[in-house]
Nanobody, 114 residues
Framework: QVRLVESGGGLVQAGGSLSVSCTAG???????MDWYRQAPGKQRELVAG???????NYADSVKGRFTISRDKDKNKAYLLMNSLKPEDTAVYCC?????????WGQGTQVTVSS
């Protein structure tokens, strides 16, 4: 069983930065963690992911601007978002897959104003 809790969302001006975090509660080792986002009228998309070995991947739209990292001791994932654009506005959700099941956090709203 995995419980995910996000925090850090808010309002930021275009060009600014914001960091969101996801804490994974439960009894398990290091597992991959991902950040997804969904904007109104758009499909949910994978923004960034970090594998058990620390390897990361990013959507082309955020590559070079966003950075995903993890605190292995706490199984806590972070997403640092720089050079934010209005198109980055969305609900950002943390995701993990554990023992064949998908777990999602409630999401945190990120709004970028122009």
């Amino acid at each position: 069983q995995v419980r995910l809790v996000e925090s850090g969302g808010g309002l930021v001006q275009a060009g600014g930065s914001l960091s969101v975090s996801c804490t994974a509660g439960g009894t398990f080792g290091i597992i991959p963690m991902d950040w997804y986002r969904q904007a109104p009228g758009k499909q949910r998309e994978l923004v960034a992911g970090i594998r058990s070995d620390g390897t990361t991947n990013y959507a082309d739209s955020v590559k070079g601007r966003f950075t995903i990292s993890r605190d292995k001791d706490k199984n806590k994932a972070y997403l640092l978002m720089n050079s934010l654009k209005p198109e980055d506005t969305a609900v950002y959700c943390c995701h993990v897959r554990y023992r064949g099941a998908d777990y999602w956090g409630q999401g945190t709203q990120v709004t970028v104003s122009s």
